[in-house]
């Protein structure tokens, strides 16, 4: 409780000094979700973000030396997944790892300890239960400045956190607050899974990445970065996915799409 309170109190002191115009640049440069957001939901992402580089242990890895730069860009990315929701900070995430690159890491079994590793032994990410999130920077930063083209590190590996959130190892379902919405999503999910490995196989061109047929886990993943980065397109071909990640992630992409330059990228 009092520690709750602490936080609280510091979180308000960080909130009510000025966002700093470096921080306000390097979003407008690296992270392209920013200019599509509304005024009041870039004020959201900027709180989030100054919560998530403040509380959060952010390491170099692999030589790279840690600059806010750095960050900030994958602080906002992260918080973009946050903008619906009321104090969630990822608190289940207390480090943040950052190689300069994709890194070649030793092959672990990947059996009930909840760890999900993305990109083989050469890796560009990971997301642990209860643990780090592991991430290659030149990746981080192409999935800031590269629009639309639905791959982004950091929304997938996030996403993963996500789905660890209720306390089980990552299964392709977050926490969800009705047992209606929950029976919904597996409907959904489990339909849209087995669509994705159908068209894959048969090398079919898809809107959804094929990695999302490794597990589930990977296809919420991989459908949370199409939801942020061609929400349009999810819309259209894929309706009911896009209406379940609409409900959990409390956020309508697509209708901000529609009308560019609310916000502005500054
Ligand atoms: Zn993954």
Not at 47 to 60: C, M, S
Not at 148 to 161: I, K, R
Request: hydrophobic share 35%.
């Amino acid at each position: 409780m009092f520690l709750s309170w602490l936080k609280r109190r510091r979180r308000r002191r960080l909130l009510a000094q000025p966002f700093p115009d470096q921080r306000a640049e390097i979003l407008g440069h690296n992270v392209f979700h920013y200019g599509h957001l509304s005024k009041s939901e870039q004020a959201k992402l900027r709180d989030d973000l100054r919560i998530l580089v403040a509380e959060k242990n952010w390491e170099g890895c692999g030589g790279l030396v840690m600059t806010d730069e750095i960050k900030v860009t994958i602080a906002a990315q992260a918080a973009l997944l946050l903008v619906g929701f009321e104090d969630e900070y990822f608190d289940m995430v207390q480090s943040i790892l950052v190689y300069p690159d994709a890194y070649v890491a030793p092959d672990q079994t990947i059996t009930k300890g909840g760890v999900v590793l993305d990109g083989d032994s050469h890796r560009e990410g990971e997301a642990w239960y209860r643990g780090p999130v592991i991430l290659s920077w030149a990746d981080a930063l192409a999935g800031g400045r590269h629009e639309a083209d639905g791959d982004n590190l950091v929304l997938h590996e996030f996403a993963h956190q996500l789905d660890m959130q209720n306390g089980r190892s990552a299964d392709g379902t977050p926490p969800l607050a009705t047992r209606q919405q929950h029976d919904r999503w597996q409907e959904v999910i489990t339909a849209e899974f087995h669509r994705l490995e159908r068209d894959c196989r048969h090398g079919r061109r898809t809107l959804l990445d094929c990695y999302g047929t490794e597990n589930m886990s990977e296809f919420f993943a991989v459908s949370t970065e199409c939801f942020f980065e061609q929400p349009t397109d999810m819309l259209q071909h894929h309706p009911q996915l896009y209406d379940i990640l609409r409900d959990f992630y409390r956020q309508d992409p697509a209708q901000r799409m529609d009308s560019p330059g609310q916000g502005s990228a500054t």
